[in-house]
């Protein structure tokens, strides 16, 4: 898909986004809302996934971390919020301000407003009547840019071979899928050095308002915080112990116990495969003796 075709789709899904009629859109949800609303878009020849899972998941993180969050899990499935659908301001603390930022197709506007707001990031571009600054997001040409710098930050071996696989002029969405699939330590190299140079950007952008200091530093620093919440993994809580039986517990205590948790466990499973869309339903892995005794059933 040429750019502005892929821009087109990316805009509409967008727009139908704000106008969901719920604040949060589970994967299957915005699946079959993107079908609807950008029904020519290929995601996965974009993403460079042709099967298996992660194709969605790898698009939203190109092209629409401006306006998705994923906040955890519902049924089987992934659970997004959608920023900015019910509250016109993001939280200055959330990653949504750096995820603007190195974004050129987002829809959003980060503004830079008087102490003690700083930065916010919505949908509305900067009142330059009452004080506002527009702070321009990261552009494409700039991040092109970035790609040729990061190579000629290469060991010569590797800046070669990275330019036979993927060349700084091929598609940004092509570019990192291929450095995915046959060099993913480049790729690392390169997220860390996109980081650090994007935020130095960041910082100029901001240095060069003439504002008060104090503005620039809350500015800097909130910046700062979206950038570390944008790559941190919530942790995950370690799993329970499983409880030992006290002594003198009888054995048809314990059966029925473990016959009521693996009751419990196919009712969950049952709920998941349920909220499942098509594509995450051919991706199951089901032993074949389970499908045959299923058939057998029928």
Not at 35 to 59: C, H, M, S
Not at 108 to 124: E, F, S
Not at 225 to 235: D, L, M
Request: charged content about 25%.
């Amino acid at each position: 898909m040429e750019d502005v075709g892929l821009n087109a789709a990316v805009s509409n899904i967008t727009a139908a986004l704000l106008g969901y009629p719920a604040p949060t859109i589970t994967g299957g949800q915005l699946f079959k809302l993107m079908r609807e609303v950008a029904p020519g878009l290929n995601y996965r020849d974009i993403v460079k996934i042709p099967k298996g899972p992660g194709a969605q998941t790898a698009f939203i993180e190109m092209y629409l971390l401006g306006v998705l969050e994923r906040i955890g899990n519902q049924g089987g499935d992934i659970l997004y919020k959608i920023l900015g659908h019910a509250e016109d301001v993001y939280r200055p603390r959330s990653p949504e301000l750096w995820n603007a930022f190195v974004t050129p197709s987002a829809s959003t506007h980060i503004v830079l407003k008087a102490l003690p707001d700083g930065l916010v990031c919505r949908r509305a571009p900067a009142e330059a009547e009452i004080g506002e600054r527009e702070i321009a997001k990261a552009s494409s040409a700039e991040l092109d840019q970035l790609r040729v710098a990061f190579a000629e930050s290469l060991p010569p071996e590797e800046a070669a071979r990275l330019a036979g696989l993927a060349p700084p002029e091929m598609p940004f969405a092509d570019w990192t899928s291929t450095l995915r699939q046959h060099a993913p330590t480049t790729l690392r190299k390169w997220g860390a050095f996109r980081r650090e140079h994007l935020a130095r950007l960041f910082a100029e952008r901001i240095n060069a308002l003439d504002v008060d200091e104090a503005l620039k530093c809350k500015a800097i620093e909130q910046i700062q915080i979206a950038e570390r919440n944008a790559y941190e993994r919530p942790q995950r809580t370690p799993p329970a112990k499983a409880a030992v039986a006290a002594p003198g517990a009888s054995i048809g205590a314990t059966y029925r116990s473990d016959h009521d948790v693996i009751a419990q466990a196919r009712s969950l499973a049952h709920l998941a495969v349920d909220g499942m869309d098509y594509e995450q339903l051919r991706s199951l892995r089901l032993p074949l003796g389970v499908i045959l005794d299923a058939l057998r059933t029928k």
